[in-house]
């Protein structure tokens, strides 16, 4: 009977996990005590799966390594982030390898679904797995490697729709695994017999996003130096066929904004300098504080004193509709705003306001006062709710100039420059 342990149980792996309970006998590891408690109460705290999910499926949640020694296959699903260097942090991956390592029994398959650059699973994890277990590769366990294609909080795109990529360290392990995947999945599985072109699909499909945002937000600039509207620009060059449809916008979370570096960091060992990606990656980078200094720069038209000005921002995940603010751009406007003596209130439904506070040192705030200038930095489905007369309610009852920034064109442009207000939109 196969066994499967998913290790990692965050936006990634929970939803895995669920998904390999309908078909087998399956363990959810993680070594955080608190996460596992609330999903054994049926508490989803990534908001991916659900709690109806977490209280009736068959998924046996567990913070005891030795569960590994039960399982067949063994899936690391761990957060692989940069440093503050932009530089790869594969210390999560790294321990979950040394977990596995002394507790895996002989003939176990170990599956990385992590995002990392081409090497990693053969060159990085494979060694601490030899070392720590004291076995060998192909003779006592087998790897393999299978990318994570989660959309989090696309709720036509799931899991079980998303085709998926395998590669094992045999052919009969990449057999396997598409066979193992297969019975969980709607779509279908593509095997791919070589473990760095599984890994090297997976870091190119988020750095040529990367890209294509970095160019839609640099000409977004160029179009403010000419007074041209972007948003006009891209919904009347969108009427051709091959136009890829693109919009500027911040660019956080912890794969788009993260992986690139992965590939670039890849390179430079390789004695290679790669223009295009960090290129890219500076744009996209900059557009927090590119932001931040238009708002100085309205505030100052208006007459608006930062020492008096209050601005409210409304958002702080890294994208609409979900919980996770990891790398969060919106954290890097308050912080420049803040720093120039500017009062800043953040609002944000879904975000986690202990986690916000954790992670960042900065406050959601329940009580909001009368504001300048209100930016949506977020675009939550409940904005495009809101109506004029909502948004009138943030503003102090003497501002003659109602300033907002609807980074994402959540509003009618002419409708809100109708009712008084100053737009300014990527």
């Known amino acids: 009977m196969i066994k499967v342990v998913v290790i990692g149980l965050g936006y990634v792996g929970l939803p895995l996990a669920i998904l390999f309970a309908k078909k087998y006998e399956t363990y959810g590891f993680d070594i955080n005590d608190k996460k596992i408690e609330k999903y054994k109460k049926g508490i989803d705290i990534t908001k991916e799966v659900g709690n109806k999910a977490l209280k009736d499926t068959k998924l046996i949640f567990t913070n005891d390594e030795e569960i590994i ?44 679904e992590s995002t990392v650059y081409p090497g990693t699973t053969e060159e990085i994890c494979v060694p601490i797995l030899e070392n720590v277990s004291k076995m060998k590769l192909n ?114 979370g912890h794969c788009i904004g993260v992986d690139p570096y992965y590939l670039a960091y890849k390179a430079k060992e390789l004695k290679f300098n790669p223009q295009v990606i960090l290129s890219g990656r500076a744009t996209n980078e900059s557009m927090a504080k590119y932001i931040a200094k238009n708002v100085e720069n309205l505030l100052q038209e208006n007459n608006i004193d930062y020492d008096n000005a209050k601005v409210l921002i409304k958002g702080i995940t890294y994208k609409e509709d979900i919980s996770d603010i990891r790398n969060s751009k919106t954290v890097d406007i308050v912080k420049i705003l803040k720093a120039q003596g500017i009062q800043v209130f953040l609002e944000d439904y879904n975000a986690n306001k202990e986690e916000v506070e954790d992670m960042y040192q900065i406050s959601l705030d329940e009580k909001i006062p009368k504001v300048d200038v209100v930016i949506f930095a977020v675009k939550h489905k409940k904005y495009y709710e809101l109506t004029i007369n909502d948004i009138d309610k943030y503003y102090k009852e003497e501002t003659c100039k109602k300033i907002i920034f609807d980074l994402y064109s959540i509003f009618d442009k002419k409708e809100l420059e109708k009712g008084g207000y100053e737009v300014w939109r990527l």
């Not at 932009?86 to 990385?112: H, M, Q, W």
């Not at 045999?170 to 279908?188: D, F, G, P, V």
């Not at 890209?211 to 403010?224: G, M, P, R, Y």
């Open 139 to 252: 003779k006592d366990f087998f790897v393999g490697y299978s990318p994570e294609r989660i959309n989090p909080g696309d709720k036509k795109h799931k899991l079980e729709n998303i085709n998926k990529i395998v590669s094992g360290s045999t052919n009969t392990i990449t057999n396997n695994m598409a066979e193992l995947y297969q019975k969980c999945l709607k779509s279908k599985v593509k095997k791919v017999y070589s473990i760095k072109v599984a890994e090297a699909s997976k870091i190119i499909e988020n750095a040529q996003r990367d890209i294509n945002i970095a160019f839609i937000n640099e000409v977004s600039k160029i179009f403010h130096l000419m007074n041209i509207d972007t948003k006009e620009v891209l919904d009347v060059a969108n009427t051709k066929w091959n136009f890829l449809n693109f919009k500027p916008g911040l660019v956080g």
């Open 69 to 112: 020694k039960k399982a067949n296959y063994i899936i690391i699903t761990v957060p692989t982030p940069v440093d503050n260097n932009n530089c790869p942090d594969l210390s999560f991956i790294k321990s979950a390898t040394e977990i596995v390592g002394r507790n895996i029994k002989k003939g176990s398959t170990i599956i990385y």
